[in-house]
T-cell receptor
Framework: DARVTQTPRHKVTEMGQEVTMRCQPI?????VFWYRQTMMQGLELLAY????????DSGMPKDRFSAEMPDATLATLKIQPSEPRDSAVYFCASGYTIQGDEQYFGPGTRLTVT | SQQGEEDPQALSIQEGENATMNCSYK?????LQWYRQNSGRGLVHLIL?????REKHSGRLRVTLDTSKKSSSLLITASRAADTASYFC?????????????FGAGTRLAVHP
């Protein structure tokens, strides 16, 4: 049963610290998405990769956030320095553009910045 | 602003009843998708309906799409306690190039035994 995995599942950190979230997309998928979910804003797209190339990161605060795909099995989202307003659940999702349009979500990383 | 807006925001029903959730959107779409999210979990894809389709079924799910009214509905028949979750509609636009999937705010469904 192929799944998207994310680590860590929970992260509590102090303001100013660097946070790195990791995602392993489903093997064979060629698209990867990073979303942020909060009660106030709902689900927001932060970044989108196709075949490991970043295609859209317009939803991401550029000064502190960065997203990369070092290889096809790993996507990372970094926040440096973190701020309390970054507290949210961060989801990674993957998909395969040829087979269908649906996205498969990971379990999320719940980030709390104090 | 969000493309899809779900209605109602929250719905509470008894097991065995049908649950209907609605989604309205603003711009022309390529397709519309429904996702479910259980508390503390990631979203799960339920069903996709393309702009040239009017109705689609999957098990106890029935989705309709009215492009003239820019609206869609999700019907869950014979609901179960396990259907308790938040349901989101998401739309894919049709403009040239990449169109990101835009999610609505969701409907929280509670099914009571």
């Amino acid at each position: 049963d192929a799944r998207v995995t994310q680590t860590p599942r929970h992260k509590v950190t102090e303001m100013g610290q660097e946070v790195t979230m990791r995602c392993q997309p489903i093997l064979g998928h060629n698209t990867v998405f990073w979303y942020r979910q909060t009660m106030m804003q709902g689900l927001e797209l932060l970044a989108y990769f196709r075949n490991r190339a970043p295609l859209d990161d317009s939803g991401m605060p550029k000064d502190r956030f960065s997203a990369e795909m070092p290889d096809a099995t790993l996507a990372t989202l970094k926040i440096q320095p973190s701020e309390p307003r970054d507290s949210a659940v961060y989801f990674c999702a993957s998909g395969y553009t040829i087979q269908g349009d649906e996205q498969y979500f990971g379990p999320g990383t719940r980030l709390t910045v104090t | 602003s969000q493309q899809g807006e779900e209605d109602p925001q929250a719905l509470s029903i008894q097991e065995g009843e049908n649950a209907t959730m609605n989604c309205s959107y603003k711009t022309s779409i390529n397709n519309l998708q429904w996702y479910r999210q259980n508390s503390g979990r990631g979203l799960v894809h339920l069903i996709l309906i393309r702009s040239n389709e009017r109705e689609k079924h999957s098990g106890r799910l029935r989705v309709t799409l009215d492009t003239s009214k820019k609206s869609s509905s999700l019907l869950i028949t014979a609901s179960r306690a396990a259907d308790t979750a938040s349901y989101f509609c998401a739309t894919r636009g049709i403009s040239g190039g990449y169109n990101k999937l835009i999610f609505g705010a969701g409907t929280r469904l509670a099914v009571h035994p």
